[in-house]
């Protein structure tokens, strides 16, 4: 009976070396973990013309070095290797290199590799194997290209280098950066407990090297620290910016469960990226930032080296800033925080996808990020309870200390001259009734405003999931057309327009929806230097499928100067936002006959100030005392709020400024002038 035995062909060596690990920097990145298996306490790559197609890319280290056996073994042979899953190195490091494919994503970047390597187990000698890929491109299978193991003397000391030459595509800026950045965070910066360092010999990684050193650990708000132990019980605990402990929770506070994943602990740095909370330290909160840039987010460590891509720019693992969005006061971002999971896991409960790119979903991991979630939720909850009771301080102190204040003047005023007593006790009582008549005010603004605060959240929320049902109508469209076209082609005049309106209501029902969150966006209630014409673009921008939907033109007529005002963007736009939606209201009234509808926005600045001027063609103001438009309440559109002029009238007294307003302008309309400070 014949025998044979399976082969491939040299087509696989491009599959699993291109389109496994496509990226570059991931294959060089795998190479640098190979060094650390061996035990390297250093990895240098070094990049000689490699930002050019035919350049040159070589990986050494200080490692163990490899015998014969270990080549034809182990390093030659493609998806297996020699590594033990359980059994520590000399250095006692887990293993993590063990799919034998990384290092083929590195050694394809070239035409040629050569492979030099002197095992410490045999000084003096050195092996090498050189790898022209092109004799495999020509070859049948695979195993018919027969390879040799040269042998030399050599006074080097123990090591590996392998060399890629000839590149066939060359290595971009980014590609460079990302790499520097993937080598400087694979052994942990933060805490050299393995005792391996990669390098890149590229200006990149050396400014990339400086920011990382910066650490500025120290001006983080809040630091957590959480961790599970073998058995899987958690505890935790939050520091400050001092060290001293806030809050300390128990394993109660994270469920009677526990987590089946292996033990590991997380460090979270948070910080308040508030130009208030940068006067009093020795750093700038751009230098900060500029840091986080480059190191934040969350990253995770198993068995000492970063697993890619946990931590990498946009990959928000921990779904950190979706939660920041439902609740934006005490949740950390991406952006604002940097974080690292440190995982021993001698056992290799948690398993590395074959192309490297993270772990496996099994049931270990996934309880990983429950509890590190957990965690995140039991520190926003505890910043939470304590923000709440700053605020019941706040309410129940003042209270008290007019009490205090009131009995303090009383006798003060019984020691003072008969002859001038009454006249003082007349003035303290109208101060006293205008001071309840200013709290008064203030009270029912505050009422106004927890009102429109429970509006915008809860039209948020509304808005937020709109986007379902829209695409359900879009999807649903798209498959009905295709069925008519199908079932009944010389038909399709009848049924193109209305699904065409259809689709054209969904487009703009999912942009009416992304109003109100982009309205809502926290960072635009900071306080700081606003432009007023970019807040111009983006409201006119975010209005533009409303226009578009009532045939309305927009046209803008702005000042050349760059006009910046002192605020925040949020005051700003609701000042737009609410005069734009006056004028489409306006034209959707009885009382507008126009044809051509037209809305014009326009920006003058002159000495110390800008005017900012919204006016339209639509029927004007009337019916109304133009004192009272302002007042909460007065509406001229029929079931209006009247809270929109209010709202203007209010926000632009926070900015510093004045608005008045005309029943018909120049283009026939109501016009509305705004006049703000400018920024000096």
């Not at 790499?179 to 990669?198: C, M, W």
């Not at 004028?583 to 509808?597: C, D, L, P, Y």
């Amino acid at each position: 009976m014949a025998t044979s035995a399976l082969r491939f062909s040299p087509e696989v060596l491009r599959r699993l070396g291109e389109e496994l690990v496509p990226n570059p920097d991931q294959g060089i990145l795998e190479l640098a973990k190979n060094s650390y298996d061996a035990d390297a306490s250093s990895c240098e790559v070094s990049l000689a013309n490699a930002d050019v197609a035919g350049g040159t890319i070589v990986i050494s280290d200080d490692g163990i070095g490899m015998t014969p056996d270990d080549i034809t073994e182990s390093w030659l042979v493609l998806g297996h290797s020699s590594k033990s899953e359980k059994e520590l190195t000399d250095k006692q490091r887990v293993p993590v290199g063990d799919k034998g494919l990384g290092r083929l994503a590195a050694m394809r970047l070239g035409s040629e590799v050569t492979l030099r390597t002197r095992p410490s187990s045999r000084p003096g000698k050195e092996y090498s194997v050189e790898i022209n890929w092109a004799r495999y491109d020509s070859a049948a299978t695979v195993e018919s290209v027969k390879l040799s193991i040269d042998e030399r003397k050599t006074k080097e000391k123990n090591g590996t280098t392998i060399e890629v030459r000839n590149l066939t595509s060359a290595l971009g800026r980014k590609e460079v950066q990302r790499l520097a950045r993937s080598l400087l965070l694979l052994s942990d910066p933060f805490n050299d407990q393995f005792g391996f360092r990669p390098y890149l010999r590229s200006p990149q990684f050396a400014d990339l090297e400086e920011l990382v050193k910066g650490a500025y650990f120290s001006e983080a708000e809040y630091h957590l620290v959480a961790s599970l132990d073998d058995l899987g019980s958690p505890k935790a605990k939050v520091l400050d910016w001092s060290g001293k402990v806030l809050w300390e929770a128990s394993p109660k506070d994270f469920g009677e469960s526990g987590y089946s994943t292996p033990a590991c602990k997380f460090d979270l740095w948070t910080f308040v990226l508030l130009a208030k909370e940068f006067t009093t330290k020795q750093v700038t909160m751009g230098e900060v930032q500029k840091w986080l840039e480059v190191v934040g987010g969350v990253h995770l460590y198993h068995g000492g080296l970063r697993v890619h891509p946990y931590g990498d720019p946009g990959h928000d693992w921990l779904d950190m800033n979706l939660s920041r969005a439902r609740n934006p006061e005490f949740r950390p971002s991406t952006n604002n925080s940097i974080g690292k999971v440190d995982i021993a896991d001698p056992t290799n409960r948690l398993r590395q996808k074959t192309d490297r790119s993270g772990f496996v979903e099994t049931d270990e991991f996934r309880e990983l990020k429950r509890f590190l979630k957990d965690a995140l939720d039991w520190m926003a909850k505890k910043r939470l309870a304590a923000r709440e009771q700053r605020r019941s301080l706040r309410r129940t102190s003042p209270p008290k200390q007019v009490r205090a204040a009131q009995t303090a003047l009383t006798k003060a005023i019984k020691k003072v001259p008969s002859t001038v007593r009454s006249d003082i006790e007349k003035a303290v009582g109208t101060l006293e009734a205008l001071r309840i008549k200013e709290s008064e005010a203030l009270r029912e603004d505050l009422e106004l405003y927890r009102t429109l605060s429970t509006v915008g959240t809860t039209v948020a929320v509304f808005a937020h999931e709109s986007a379902k049902p829209v695409t359900q109508i879009e999807n649903m469209s798209n498959e009905l057309g295709r069925r008519l076209r199908k079932e009944l082609p010389k038909n399709e005049g009848l049924f193109s327009k209305p699904l065409e309106l259809i689709q054209r209501a969904a487009k703009a029902l999912r942009s009416f929806a992304k109003l109100p969150i982009d309205l809502l966006r926290r960072e635009k209630r900071r306080s700081g230097q606003v432009d007023v014409h970019v807040a111009v673009e983006g409201i006119a921008a975010l209005f533009e499928p409303f226009l578009a939907d009532s045939k309305i033109d927009l046209q803008k007529s702005l000042a050349p100067e760059r006009p910046l005002i002192q605020g925040s963007v949020a005051s700003l736009e609701a000042v737009l936002a609410n005069l734009v939606t006056n004028s489409i209201n306006a034209f959707h009234s009885e009382r507008s006959v126009t044809s051509k509808r037209r809305v014009e926005i326009a920006t003058l600045c002159s000495g110390d100030t800008v005017t900012l001027v919204v006016r339209d063609n639509g029927p004007g103001i009337e019916g109304i005392d133009l004192e009272d438009i302002w007042l909460p309440g007065q509406s001229t559109t029929p079931g209006g709020t009247g809270l929109g002029l209010t709202i203007v009238r209010d926000s632009v007294a926070d900015l510093g400024g004045r608005v008045s307003a005309v029943a018909h302008g120049p283009l026939g309309g109501a016009e509305v002038t705004v006049v703000l400070p400018l920024l000096r």
